[in-house]
């Protein structure tokens, strides 16, 4: 069994599991340009039923931290943008339409046609890059024979679509969306499919991810390791409570392959 090494400690280890956004991709890359999207067309539509638009503070409860032009450059990593699903935040739009004057009814209607339009903005342009030393990581894991899998609160689909439109779903013996199990993070429900599709025990699992939320997944699974993957003065980056240990890059892990 290979064995990963995260700050002088080793983990035997068969198995990685990687969290997407913010792991594996840039979050804000992909993810506040499909904000900004979302919500500057649903304050369009709140307008063109001559309602008021979306509050000056909605970047907040939608879990993402804006720079001094009013532009998404961070995110909450306890947040609804981070942690929840596309189900969930159309459900936060259309709350916030009701609260606004609009039907339920309406406000749901207009949410998804607000993340149908998203949707088609990042097909269009593909905003995806890899973190830094990402690739070269799953390199090595793939040189010592480690098998890998992705669990995300993305859609599988929307997932697998965005790891090839980056080049790395080879990589990947599994990939596992919030649509394909009962219950998201953080409950332990993706790590346990994702070890039955790689034939691994949870134990024999190591969980890398940018949120709490992850690492309680982990935890909540009996994985190996949980390890949090965070910039150093990141927002949130101390929020990583349930980690085993936190890195700020790849460069901080190593692989020893088993002899």
């Given at each position: ?61 939608w ?18 943008l ?7 935040l ?22 998804d ?89 949870c134990?024999?699992?190591a ?53």
């Amino acid at each position: 069994m290979s064995r990963l090494i995260v700050d002088g400690v080793r983990y035997p280890v068969r198995a990685i599991l990687f969290d997407k956004d913010g792991t594996l991709l840039d979050f804000i890359y992909t993810w506040g340009h499909w904000s900004e999207q979302m919500l500057a067309r649903f304050s369009a539509g709140l307008r063109s039923r001559e309602l008021p638009t979306l509050p000056r503070d909605s970047l907040a409860w939608w879990g993402a931290l804006a720079d001094v032009d009013g532009r998404i450059a961070d995110y909450d990593r306890r947040g609804p943008l981070a942690m929840g699903t596309v189900g969930d935040l159309q459900t936060i739009l259309a709350w916030h339409g009701y609260r606004l004057g609009l039907s339920w009814a309406e406000a749901k209607v207009l949410a998804d046609e607000c993340r149908r339009s998203a949707d088609e903005s990042l097909e269009e342009t593909r905003p995806v890059r890899a973190l830094p030393h990402a690739l070269d990581f799953l390199e090595r894991c793939r040189s010592a024979g480690l098998s890998l899998a992705v669990v995300t609160a993305d859609e599988t689909a929307s997932a697998a679509r965005q790891l090839e439109w980056l080049g790395i779903r080879h990589y990947f013996t599994a990939c596992i969306g919030a649509d394909r199990v009962e219950r998201g993070k953080p409950y332990s429900d993706m790590v346990e499919l994702a070890c039955r599709e790689l034939n691994v025990s949870c134990g024999e699992a190591a969980v890398i991810g940018d949120t709490n939320g992850d690492m309680k997944m982990a935890r909540s699974a009996g994985a190996a390791v949980a390890v949090g993957i965070a910039e150093p003065g990141a927002a949130g980056a101390a929020e990583l409570t349930e980690a085993d240990a936190v890195v700020s890059s790849y460069l901080e892990l190593s692989i020893e392959e088993k002899e």
